[in-house]
């Protein structure tokens, strides 16, 4: 089967593993839904070494049972049957004869095959209620394992997807018979999946209905977050209609109720509930439910709930670090005691707990809940209650990206500030890329002719060898002897062929090797190899084409589910898309280049995304060898100007770069690389189809202080959607997990946001070649017209023809 593992650091791997065995009182569950929750999340974090690492994560869940338990064996059956006639000789006898005992139950209290079921959490087999009983000073306890509440605190719990028990985000999961409640028939899995939450939410809310809140009184949950949510849903549903409205009024209340997109997603499912949301203040309350998640929530709901009331506290948190302790031995534990005594409880001040004492409120902490309640609940409710509830949905294969895309409020903010971001785990390998470089050195050291025998004659397709004009000016001044001599001699000094040629940066580049793609965009150009027994480019350069295309792939997933769209919003979009793969080189300067010559000049990319690869540290020492910065947008209007602000298509060096220590208010050095990592950036294509939230931040590559040792290698990824693919912010706004468009008057759309195709609004570069002749639109719904039928007339209008795979030339 398949099962994304829990890897020591956090990282999260899908990785293929043996099916769990036959075990004893338990029943394998065929998975067929399951929710991420931020328990998942703080350990996907890796924040501490824990029970789960190697585990299977995943304890919210709906399955379907696909394999009964087994039946016990025969001797342990009988020593079970002894052991009821005669007294347990020993606590082993007892154990062995208690696990028979519930392998018997098992099969008989299983659910059949096909049953849709959930399962509480917390494990506890026959085996360890026996050892517990035996830990347990001849008492004879069980810690109570039989029953729901019991295994919740049982000694030696394991527990689904978080305490060294393997979890749910996999083909399969095995748990004990006793923990599984079918699903009633009509309970979607987007409901089913969060029966766990919701039992914790329903015995949070039947805390506060066994308060019995006075007729009207009001109550309030504090904190939006899914938990948040439930309560409210939960309360609700508890709590005895009262209040002018005949219910008690129940609000959720937030610091900023229009704040994240999380917020407005809990609104959303609220306001069907006709529950309101609106921030922290009002009350007194009569019960007030923290969910906030933080250490401060539970002063905030002291501070709003009413005399006698009751205050419930759901949070769970790292607890904060100790206060440091005041230097020089002795003094130190009287110096720390002041403040421990002001914040004893992760922020609740003594005089707040006094308050508590003389207002007699009842704080009452509240963590599992029962399944069969919060199933009846959950069945009780009105149709449509939960929409809205699961944000994206993800195959079992990008679980990594799943777990990116829940963290995203916070791991995401990056695409709203720089739109950069650092990417591991991304499953381009390091190997294949420095294969690709050993063919790409070759490939460059050879004579310029060489080279120019793979370039595309007179356009920017994205194919080939490529040179800016300026960079070729350049090139052809230092061959004509435009040099001081002194410099010259330099130059010529240098063991660097493209050095010693003036060559400041010069590319590789190749597009898909889809024949259908043959035919639209301009075909591959592949170069022989070099001689010499250097390998051929082909090969490594289509391997990381395609190892990126499937890792922009699951970045554009990440994406769109943290825009609230539907996961593959962008991938459906690019199924025959023009991305490109690029290897650039950046020789070493023997000789300074005159000023405004960079190696390659501010701009923004044409792409979705570019995923970019570095030498790992490579850019440790970037003043000196030459490498990438960033103009991040709220330091580009301290920036001096430079450059026309459009974008440069794909980073084509042409015109008046600039060099190192030009222009350089506001710019940054991009941090150097950690081994195996991919730096993303969003290009002008994602930029316009969002409206601008996430910025098509610009960049460029610097030259190296003159005479350091600096060649310097990358490889970049432009992901570009289909040609026809439709950007249009307002769409893709209608997700809300973005902003607003900004600067539209009387609700138009502005027309820097209207929609477009990709194709004609963004990027041309590399597309339309073989019909160029045409208008774009037109050129596009024919590419795709041929796409769909594989019919060559219906791409030519019926001519046929190939000229174009002959298109190279020859310098
Ligand atoms: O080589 C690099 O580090 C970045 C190049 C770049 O920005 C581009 O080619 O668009
Ligand atoms: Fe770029």
Excluded at 312 to 318: D, L, Q, R
Excluded at 666 to 678: I, Y
Excluded at 706 to 713: D, E, N
Aim: aromatic share 4%; hydrophobic share 50%.
């Amino acid at each position: 089967m398949r099962a994304a593992v829990l890897h020591a650091g956090g990282a999260v791997r899908t990785v293929s593993r043996g099916t769990p065995p036959p075990t004893a009182g338990e029943v394998l569950l065929r998975v067929t839904l399951a929710g991420i929750c931020g328990t998942d999340l703080e350990l996907a974090r890796g924040y501490k070494a824990n029970a789960q690492v190697g585990c299977v994560l995943g304890h919210e869940f709906v399955g379907v049972v696909a394999r009964l338990p087994p039946p016990p064996p025969a001797a342990a059956a009988a020593a079970a049957a002894d052991a009821a006639d005669a007294d347990a000789a020993t606590a082993a006898d007892g154990g062995a004869a208690a696990a028979a005992a519930e392998a018997a139950a098992a099969v008989d209290a299983c659910p059949p095959l096909g049953t849709r079921v959930v399962a509480e959490i917390n494990c506890v087999t026959a085996a360890d209620a026996a050892a517990a009983a035996a830990d347990a000073d001849g008492g004879g306890a069980d810690g109570g394992a039989a029953t729901p509440a019991g295994r919740a605190h049982h000694p030696r719990r394991t527990v689904v997807g978080i305490g060294g028990r393997d979890g749910a985000w996999a083909t399969y999961v095995s748990v004990p018979v006793a923990n599984v409640h079918a699903v009633p028939a009509g309970l979607p899995d987007a409901v089913a999946v969060a029966v766990e939450p919701l039992a914790a939410a329903t015995a949070a809310a039947a805390v506060v209905a066994d308060a019995a809140p006075p007729t009207g009184a009001a109550v309030a949950v504090l904190g939006a977050g899914r938990l948040g949510v439930l309560v409210a849903l939960a309360l609700r549903a508890a709590l005895p209609p009262g209040g002018t409205e005949g219910r008690t009024p129940v609000t959720v209340l937030v610091r900023s109720p229009a704040g994240s997109p999380r917020t407005a997603r809990a609104a959303g499912v609220l306001r069907r509930a006709g529950i309101p949301l609106a921030p922290v203040g009002g009350g007194p309350y009569a019960a007030v439910v923290d969910c906030t998640g933080g250490p401060d929530g539970v002063a905030t709901a002291l501070s709003l709930v009413r005399p006698t009331g009751v205050v419930v506290v759901k949070s769970t948190y790292a607890p904060p670090p100790p206060p440091p302790a005041a230097a020089g031995g002795g003094a130190a534990g009287a110096a720390a005691a002041p403040a421990a005594a002001a914040a004893p409880a992760g922020g609740l001040s003594a005089a707040a707990l006094v308050d508590l004492v003389v207002r007699e409120v009842r704080l009452v902490g509240s963590r599992c809940g029962n399944f069969g309640v919060a199933l009846a609940a959950a069945a009780a409710a009105p149709a449509g209650w939960l929409d809205g509830w699961v944000s994206a949905t993800f195959d079992l294969e990008d679980a990594a990206a799943a777990v990116a895309a829940a963290a995203a409020p916070g791991a995401l903010k990056a695409l709203a500030t720089t739109g950069f971001f650092r990417l591991v785990d991304h499953g381009v390998d390091d190997g294949a890329v420095g294969a690709l470089l050993r063919a790409a050195a070759p490939f460059f050291d050879q004579p310029a002719a060489a080279k120019a025998a793979a370039a595309v004659a007179g356009m920017a397709v994205s194919r080939g060898y490529e040179q800016s004009p300026q960079h070729r000016a350049y090139a052809a001044a230092v061959a004509a002897g435009a040099e001081p001599t002194a410099a010259a001699a330099a130059r010529a000094a240098h063991p660097e062929p493209a050095a010693r040629e003036g060559i400041l940066t010069e590319r590789f580049c190749c597009g898909p090797s889809a024949a259908a793609a043959d035919l639209f965009f301009h075909p591959n150009v592949w170069p022989p190899p070099p001689g010499g027994g250097a390998p051929h480019l082909r090969p490594p350069m289509t391997a990381v084409y395609d190892a990126m295309a499937a890792a922009a792939d699951g970045v554009l997933r990440l994406l769109a589910a943290a825009a609230g769209a539907p996961a593959d919003y962008f991938v459906d979009r690019s199924r025959h898309g023009h991305s490109n793969l690029q290897v650039a080189h950046y020789p070493s300067q023997p000789v300074a280049p005159p000023a405004g010559l960079a190696r390659v000049k501010a701009h923004a990319d044409s792409s979705t995304v570019t995923l970019l690869w570095r030498v790992a540290g490579g850019d440790a020492e970037t003043a000196a060898r030459g490498g990438l910065q960033l103009l991040p947008r709220h330091r580009a209007a301290a920036a001096t100007a430079d450059g026309d602000g459009a974008g440069a298509g794909d980073g084509t060096g042409d015109g008046d770069g600039l060099g190192h220590g030009d222009g350089g208010a506001g710019w940054v050095d991009v941090p150097p690389a950690a081994p195996g990592e991919l730096l993303v950036n969003v290009g002008a294509g994602l930029a316009r189809w969002t409206g601008g939230a996430w910025p098509a931040t610009r960049h460029r590559v610097v030259n190296p202080v003159a005479g350091a040792p600096a060649r310097r290698l990358s490889v970049a990824f432009f992901h570009k959607p289909d040609v026809r693919a439709r950007v249009d912010a307002a769409e893709l706004l209608v997700y809300g997990g973005l902003p607003p468009l900004a600067g539209g008057a009387g609700g138009q759309v502005p027309a820097r946001h209207a929609p477009v195709t990709y194709g004609e609004g963004v990027s041309r570069v590399g597309v339309l070649h073989r019909l160029r002749h045409l208008p774009a639109d037109e050129a596009a719904a024919r590419y795709h017209r041929f796409v769909a039928s594989g019919d060559v007339a219906d791409l030519e209008g019926g001519e046929g023809g190939g000229a174009s795979r002959d298109a190279r030339t020859s310098a």
